[in-house]
């Protein structure tokens, strides 16, 4: 069984977690929030940005509203991470040793297509993929399972046979719900914030693709998702 690999983007592909944080940050000053976006994103990061930027308002506030919001710290994020764009280390012989393995490779985010061009595009990332799947592409994004499932299913692939990469509590969370096992990528966490990954890794120069296929069979099964973990994390919020 040859597997099916499926990455996230944000915290996975680059290490632009702190540049997301701190585009947040900006916007909260800019609303007279004193929410602390570093930790907020610890417990939400991998949710579509409207979905977080849900949490920190007391009152519900118009979902027009909302995209306005995240459209401007989607402006405040590009212009802070534009000069630092880079592939996480050792992702492109990570990929390109995976490609001449067999593996099917797609990609699974909850970022919309401007933003995924963003990176894929300028730093030429794309060409290593047979599917991509973004925001729109699915009516629920994580910490539900179907941008991964979505990836699975355009790539016909079961299930069972999917890893997910992942740097995000709810991204692993999703990838339990899809079925799938999970790669951590602590980018931003540390390891012990997991709940069951097959390894956990800084970046891709520690792992080699055929290594996957030691770890699948050390978990024959995907861990069942737990509950308590992500209503924790994301408020309950759907």
Known sequence: ???TLIFDMDGVLVDNTPA????FQLLFRDLGLTTNARKLLQRLNGMPATNILKTVF???VPEKQLQEYSSQREFLYRTLYWSQRRAMPGLVPFLEAARAAGFAIGLGTSSPPETI???LDHLDLRRHF???VGKDDVARGKPHGDTFSVVAAKLKAAPETCIVFEDAVLGEQAAYKAGMRCVAVASSLPAKAFQAPLT???DFTELAPQRLLEL???QPTAPKPDKQRAQRNYMQLT
């Open 1 to 3: 069984m040859t597997p």
């Open 216 to 218: 699948l069979a050390e």
């Open 20 to 23: 997301q944080a701190r585009a």
């Open 200 to 202: 956990v890794i800084n």
């Open 117 to 119: 061009a963003y990176i």
């Open 130 to 132: 047979d599917v991509v």
């Open 58 to 60: 007391q009152k519900p």
